[in-house]
Nanobody, 122 residues
Framework: VQLQAFGGGLVQAGGSLRLSCAASGRTFITYDIGWFRQAPGKEREFVAGISWTGGSTYYTDSAKGRFTISRENAKNTVYLQMNSLKPEDTAVYYC????????????????WGQGTLVTVSS
C-alpha cells in the first residue's frame, strides 16, 4: 500500500481544512487508517483513526469535537476534516495504514504517507 497525504496549507485560527489520504493498492480496504502529526521539536502523535469498515473511529482528546475522520473505500481515500483549528494544531500531518492492533500507536502502522504541512496562524 502506498499512501499520499495532501490538503494542508495555511489557515487562520478558527478556520477549517480537509486533509486527504489517497492510497494505491487493492488491499487498501483491509487496512485501518490513522492520522498522526508532528510539530517542530515534538514527537509524532496520534490524531485520529478509522477501522477498515469505517464503523469505528478514534480520536485523541484534543481532536474530539473538532476533527472528523472518514473514508471512501471506493475511492481509496481517507479524509480528516479539521474545524476550529488552533495554532497548536500546526504540524506536519501523516496518514498511515495498519493491520495490527494499536490504533494510537505509531509502531502498529505498516505504511506511511509523506506528510502534508498544516499551519494555523493566530
Amino acid at each position: 500500500v502506498q499512501l499520499q497525504a495532501f490538503g494542508g496549507g495555511l489557515v487562520q485560527a478558527g478556520g477549517s481544512l480537509r486533509l486527504s489520504c489517497a492510497a494505491s493498492g487493492r488491499t487498501f480496504i483491509t487496512y485501518d487508517i490513522g492520522w498522526f502529526r508532528q510539530a517542530p521539536g515534538k514527537e509524532r502523535e496520534f490524531v485520529a483513526g478509522i477501522s477498515w469498515t469505517g464503523g469505528s473511529t478514534y480520536y485523541t482528546d484534543s481532536a474530539k469535537g473538532r476533527f472528523t475522520i472518514s473514508r471512501e473505500n471506493a475511492k481509496n481515500t481517507v479524509y480528516l476534516q479539521m474545524n476550529s483549528l488552533k495554532p497548536e494544531d500546526t504540524a506536519v500531518y501523516y496518514c498511515a495504514a495498519r493491520s495490527r492492533r494499536g490504533a494510537s500507536q505509531a509502531g502498529a502502522y505498516d505504511y506511511w504517507g509523506q506528510g502534508t504541512l498544516v499551519t494555523v496562524s493566530s
